[in-house]
């Protein structure tokens, strides 16, 4: 938990100087700034975590599925770097848009409001309590279920409000 935390933060505030660096020389009239400011936006939105999430669930239904050393192979080498990938992706979004509320932008905050984040609070919150779900066998064959559920649903839900 302390080091999610501390990669979350510590990626939030090098993406937030960045964005700063390109928003005061945006100010300052320089074009190439909006350039660096339009790459950090194009960086993720909160659609990308759908997907996402979808790849996720399918590794963490295997991770319930396999044997132990074949589960440890799923979670090191696919649900590991997914876990990290949603929580960089987040913590830039948050990052870029921090910097831009910093900078007099209002609506920035705004952006944070999608509720398509909650597909990368699940991810997150999957990882982080991968290991109690390994231990019970009753909690396994559920969550199996919950996480193919969750990865058909991220595939082939429209998810349309």
């Not at 936006?41 to 991770?63: E, G, H, K, Q, R």
């Not at 649900?79 to 949603?86: D, E, F, K, R």
């Not at 830039?92 to 921090?98: E, F, L, R, S």
Request: aromatic residues 12%; positive net charge; proline residues 2%.
């Amino acid at each position: 938990m302390n080091r999610t935390v501390s990669a979350f933060l510590l990626v939030g505030v090098l993406t937030a100087l960045l964005a700063v660096l390109s928003i005061a020389l945006v100010n300052k009239g320089y074009g190439f700034g909006a350039l660096g400011s339009g790459r950090l936006d194009n960086i993720a939105s909160a659609a990308t975590f759908v997907p996402l999430a979808a790849i996720y669930s399918l590794a963490a239904a295997l991770m319930m599925l396999l044997p132990l050393r074949a589960a440890g192979f799923v979670h090191a080498n696919a649900a590991g770097p997914l876990y990290s990938t949603a929580l960089v992706l987040l913590s830039t979004i948050i990052g870029v848009q921090a910097a831009r509320f910093a900078f007099g932008s209002r609506e920035a905050l705004s952006v944070l409001i999608d509720w398509q984040f909650i597909f990368a609070f699940a991810i997150i919150a999957a990882h982080l309590t991968m290991n109690e779900l390994r231990r019970n066998v009753l909690l396994r064959t559920i969550f199996f279920v919950v996480f193919l559920a969750a990865t058909l649903a991220c595939l082939y839900w429209t998810f349309r409000l």
